[in-house]
T-cell receptor, first 109, second 112 residues
Framework: DAKTTQPPSMDCAEGRAANLPCNHSTISGNEYVYWYRQIHSQGPQYIIHGLKNNETNEMASLIITEDRKSSTLILPHATLRDTAVYYCTLTDSWGKLQFGAGTQVVVTP | DTAVSQTPKYLVTQMGNDKSIKCEQNLGHDTMYWYKQDSKKFLKIMFSYNNKELIINETVPNRFSPKSPDKAHLNLHINSLELGDSAVYFC???????????FGPGTRLTVL
């Protein structure tokens, strides 16, 4: 069973920041938080991951709370091409990604 | 240029048949995985191999047999196909166990 919970859907205006929340209250000390997205029926695309510290790359920023029980993915300037299902997942040292239902993000003009 | 590739992209077959899906990665990764995405869009891991050794084997019917001839390939063979096997199957790879996984484009299997 998935160890993360996310809102089922979210709308975002093009050009604005999209903040996607994720709860993982039962996260273990050695589990990383990973974010992927899936555009239509393509393969999941890696976005970003982190353990304790906030992370930023060319695609997004990841904010992890101090107690690690929740995180937020930030897409700084959403474009129409960012419309996708976004998955927050956890993985341990064995690499077992546990996907939940994800959040359907729709970016509107 | 493709990192993780799968063949075929679509597979339509009759119940009871045996079929294989192939996966290849040119990233030089040591670990490869198979995931299944059902009609409700839930992605679940099936298997993982590290250096050709089986690491993860989730509760999958033994009609499913992964085979890794070398580190760059992980094939999935399915015997006696059933209607419930219809799904999209994704292959993924990572540098090592627990590292970031990169997914292939998927194989849509339809069992009639």
């Amino acid at each position: 069973d998935a160890k993360t919970t996310q809102p089922p859907s979210m709308d975002c205006a093009e050009g604005r920041a999209a903040n996607l929340p994720c709860n993982h209250s039962t996260i273990s000390g050695n589990e990383y938080v990973y974010w992927y997205r899936q555009i239509h029926s393509q393969g999941p695309q890696y976005i970003i991951h982190g353990l304790k510290n906030n992370e930023t790359n060319e695609m997004a920023s990841l904010i992890i709370t101090e107690d690690r029980k929740s995180s937020t993915l930030i897409l700084p300037h959403a474009t129409l091409r960012d419309t996708a299902v976004y998955y927050c997942t956890l993985t341990d040292s064995w690499g077992k990604l546990q996907f939940g239902a994800g959040t359907q993000v729709v970016v509107t003009p | 240029d493709t990192a993780v590739s799968q063949t075929p992209k679509y597979l339509v077959t009759q119940m009871g048949n045996d079929k294989s899906i192939k996966c290849e990665q040119n990233l030089g990764h040591d670990t490869m995985y198979w995931y299944k995405q059902d009609s409700k869009k839930f992605l679940k891991i099936m298997f993982s191999y590290n250096n050709k050794e089986l690491i993860i084997n989730e509760t999958v019917p033994n009609r499913f047999s992964p085979k890794s001839p070398d580190k760059a390939h992980l094939n999935l063979h399915i015997n006696s196909l059933e209607l419930g096997d219809s799904a999209v199957y994704f292959c993924a790879s990572s540098q090592a166990l627990g590292d970031t996984q990169y997914f292939g484009p998927g194989t849509r299997l339809t069992v009639l």
